[in-house]
């Protein structure tokens, strides 16, 4: 559906792709090489880095799972939200598809 300029809503931002890495230092050392990018986090199983429009976290299977990451400041309404280890609240929703969904509180 086509839409005109004065009717655009603001688009939403991603936050994060999270994918899956069997070694996490390895990944990162890859990325941190060839791109200028900041490593926000990083322990065994799981690792943040910045870019300059995006983070791109690298997860290890079994322990998180891959997902998209939305910051939303109604993130409750999708859920009851848990915390993570860094304090973030989330809440993981399932696409149609499939693919899981991270919605983050935006506080």
Same mark, same amino acid.
């Given at each position: 559906m086509q839409t005109d300029d #004065?009717?655009?809503i &603001?688009? /939403? #931002?991603?936050? *994060?792709i999270? @994918?899956?890495a069997d070694d996490v230092k390895t990944a @990162? #050392?890859?990325y941190a090489e060839r791109f200028q990018c900041r490593i926000d986090y990083q322990d065994d199983t799981w690792a943040l880095l910045s870019f300059a429009n995006i983070r791109l976290a690298f997860v290890t299977k079994g322990d998180h799972r891959p997902h998209i990451g939305f910051k939303r &400041?109604? #993130? /409750?309404?999708? !859920?009851?939200l848990?915390? *993570?280890r860094d304090g973030t609240r989330y809440v993981y929703l399932g696409d149609p598809? !499939?693919? @899981?969904?991270?919605i983050l509180a935006a506080d």
């Open positions: #004065a009717t655009l &603001p688009l /939403e #931002a991603i936050d *994060h999270a @994918v899956e @990162v #050392a890859w &400041p109604d #993130a /409750e309404s999708f !859920g009851s848990k915390r *993570h598809a !499939g693919n @899981v969904v991270e």
